[in-house]
């Protein structure tokens, strides 16, 4: 079946220095430096193209203290992406680094968890601890679009095209779900947030903002079972995802990388 396979690319937008204490619950005894990447990405083959996760703009990077590095737009555009024409757009969560930039793909459907929207705008969000990585105006342009027609709701796992199934994990966001793409080298997973860096699912260990535990680990399980390999598994904010894997093209080291191509061998 040729016709179920697809390049895949990763587009880093930002970056956030940080210790690697901040990176964990229960901390890191080795207080390093272990900063954050931030990544859009997207998917390009026979049916189409899907971009996974619409990042934030200026004016957010400013409000958290992140630094963005390229627009996201700037990003897809290397790869010969339109983001105006784009007619899906796979949201993984809705935080605020997975969710903003609400009107770069005008033309597209937005395929979301059912659990994630009724978190996003249920009782949890009561709580400031909660509403942390969530903000008000990403939540509102979701809604908007659900009146516009521009939602589509998935429950669990489900086909957004031959090929190309979601999953939902939960865990760090209630309604999380992973993204799972057939590739000349067999079935990537782009984790996204079920697990920020390889550390994470590698040892087991859990981002601080977490909804539920128990479903960060059981989803580490899943993941692994839904890649083909631990080398199949890209996690979420890990930045060595743009060292592990060739630039798109000429130019766009560190920046633009494609991830249906086998990457180096990880440093243990
Ligand atoms: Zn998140
Ligand atoms: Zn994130």
Redesign the pocket.
Known sequence: MIDDVYEIYAVRYAHHDRQSPENFLGGDPHDILQPLAYFVWAIVGPHGHFVVDTGFDAAMAAKRGRTLLKPVDEGLKAIGLDAGAVEDVIVT?M?YD?TGNHDLFPRARYHVQDDEMAYATGRYLCHRHIRI?FEADDVVAMVRKVFADRVVFHDGTDQIAPGITVHRIGG??KGLQCVRVNTRRGHVVLAS?ASHLYAHIDDGRVFP?TFCVGDVLEGYTTIKKLADSPDHIVPGHDPQVVELYPAAAPGLEGWVVRLDVEPKTRRA
């Open positions: 969560h935080h997975h990585p760090h966001s947030d903002i």
